[in-house]
């Protein structure tokens, strides 16, 4: 029964292309986030959600939108998708925002290859 | 200077071998500490948080240095099983910023 489950796991398209990851948690958490994992490996944060409320918002182009329809989902639609968008997307969530709170549980991530 | 810093590594060692490594961070405000495990082609793992009077967890043992301003992870009795990625991670306060160090790869021989 997985916590924070992703959609899809694999995603290769073309530039110029709109796609979007899903993500949902059945953990009962109040927090969602979307990271960006490059070739490199760093692992930055682009989206916060607190019960649907943005409260983080890194420097992301804004090609990308989050979309949160309850606190329990969070997407993200890309729009012209460009080769620096490849990467593994990670979904995560948190009880919530505060000291005892903030330990996230990560989905399995979603590879996107744009070709 | 990065915000969150780590040897990238590898750091390869024997089996049964104790390992240690560091993590700093630049903000003073920084409020929770952690790190993480990743193994290859997998999601980021919570393995401890770290706690200001330090922690211990089986074979694993967190500090906090804030005067310093760095968080250490010790292993003790390595086993195959720990070779992965370990990442640091640093929240401000009020959660207004959550910043992953870039990882530290380690490699456990037989």
């Known amino acids: 029964d997985t916590a924070v489950s992703q959609t899809p796991k694999y995603l290769v398209t073309q530039m110029g292309n709109d796609k979007s990851i899903k993500c949902e948690q059945n953990l009962g958490h109040d927090t969602m986030y979307w990271y960006k994992q490059d070739s490199k490996k760093f692992l930055k944060i682009m989206f916060s959600?607190?019960?649907?409320?943005?409260?983080i918002n890194e420097t992301v182009p804004n090609r990308f939108s989050p979309k949160s329809p309850d606190k329990a989902h969070l997407n993200l639609h890309i729009n012209s998708l460009e080769l620096g968008d490849s990467a593994v997307y990670f979904c995560?969530?948190?009880?919530?925002?505060?000291?005892?709170?903030?330990?996230?549980?990560f989905g399995a991530g979603t590879r996107l290859s744009v070709l | 200077r990065k915000e969150v810093e780590q040897d990238p590594g590898p750091f390869n060692v024997p089996e049964g071998a104790t390992v240690a490594f560091n993590c700093t961070y630049s903000n003073s405000a920084s409020q929770s500490f952690f790190w993480y495990r990743q193994d290859c082609r997998k999601e980021p793992k919570l393995l401890m948080s770290?706690?200001?009077s330090g922690n211990e967890d089986g074979r694993f043992t967190a500090q906090l240095n804030r005067a310093s301003q760095y968080i250490s992870l010790l292993i003790r009795d390595s086993k195959l099983s720990d070779s992965a990625t370990y990442l640091c991670?640093?929240?401000?306060?009020?959660?207004?910023?959550?910043?992953f160090g870039s990882g530290t790869r380690l490699s456990i021989r037989p």
């Open positions: 995560a969530s948190s009880q919530g925002q505060g000291v005892t709170k903030n330990i996230q549980y």
């Open positions: 991670v640093v929240i401000l306060s009020s959660a207004s910023k959550i910043i």
């Open positions: 770290v706690y200001s």
């Open positions: 959600y607190n019960n649907k409320e943005l409260i």
